[in-house]
């Protein structure tokens, strides 16, 4: 993969690449003690952030410390190892079952705003501890332009855990999402699939994680588009509208929007909340 400005595009120059050389690479976290140890050597490559300096002495008795070798012994392993696994499942309740007002959609629905912290990450009078924790377990990038909600602009990304029981979604459950017509998106709508345990695109043998309006999709009589989410794939043409899941495998979906339209700020189409298919 050649590496180049989008400014060069017509007449690229590359100056660079990226080559797994074969093996396979995963843009998750490791877990256990891998995860310090990762850590510990990103900050002694990556610079120290202003508003990280507090964290950053959390860390020195961990025995992460800048431009120090990171060295734990038998005591801090095991420590560390287990504190790994609780930190990750407090990010996964935090993120998961979140409790931030600004991720609110509408009364008696299980879809939320999946990014609803600031760019910057600050508040008037605080900085958006719980906000950018959840998303940036869930995530990567935070742009003013993912949050349509609030601009009217860009993209609205909306994520949900849950089915419309408030059952947690489970790769061995068939589903079905229900898009009502005329979408209020003036690009394109899509759902896409991720693996709860990676929060990366869904890995299924078929390679499809995602459907969206741009795709040959089957609409229904009203122009509506039901979308299947789950292990047995639909008969006939309704395959098209289908992204496989696995036994035993959690996993959740965005919805985004490009380019939201009026309809959907102002609340006059909702999205419903998916279904168990029997």
């Not at 407090?90 to 959609?105: G, P, Q, V």
């Not at 122009?223 to 008969?235: F, H, L, Q, R």
């Amino acid at each position: 993969m050649w590496l180049y400005p989008y400014a060069e595009r017509a007449n690229p120059k590359p100056r660079g690449y990226i080559t797994t050389d074969g093996k396979a690479w995963m843009g998750a976290a490791p877990q256990g003690l891998k995860y310090w140890e990762l850590l510990a050597d990103t900050i002694n490559r990556e610079p120290v952030a202003e508003r990280d300096r507090f964290f950053m002495a959390m860390l020195k008795p961990l025995g992460i410390e800048k431009d120090k070798p990171f060295k734990p012994d038998e005591r801090q392993t095991t420590l560390l190892t287990e504190a790994a696994l609780v930190g990750e499942a407090m990010a996964r309740a935090n993120d998961f079952s979140k409790r931030l007002e600004a991720a609110h959609y509408v009364d008696g629905s299980h879809w939320e705003y999946a990014t609803v912290s600031p760019p910057d990450q600050r508040r008037e009078y605080y900085d958006d501890l719980d906000g950018r924790a959840a998303w940036f377990y869930e995530a990567v990038t935070n742009d003013i332009a993912m949050h349509g909600q609030l601009t009217g602009k860009g993209q609205i990304y909306m994520a949900t855990y849950k089915d419309k029981d408030g059952d947690w979604l489970d790769g061995g459950t068939n589903y079905v999402l229900h898009v009502p017509p005329d979408a209020p998106a003036e690009s394109f709508w899509s759902l896409t699939a991720y693996e709860v345990s990676t929060r990366t695109l869904i890995n299924n043998k078929f390679g499809i994680a995602d459907r969206s309006s741009r795709m040959d999709l089957v609409m229904n009589a009203d122009e509506s588009v039901d979308i299947y989410i789950g292990p047995d794939k639909p008969a006939g043409d309704k395959a098209r509208n289908w992204i496989p899941t696995e036994p035993g495998r959690a996993w959740f979906p965005y919805f985004r929007l490009y380019s939201p339209k009026q309809a959907f700020l102002n609340k006059t189409w909702v999205l419903p909340d998916i279904e168990k298919v029997e």
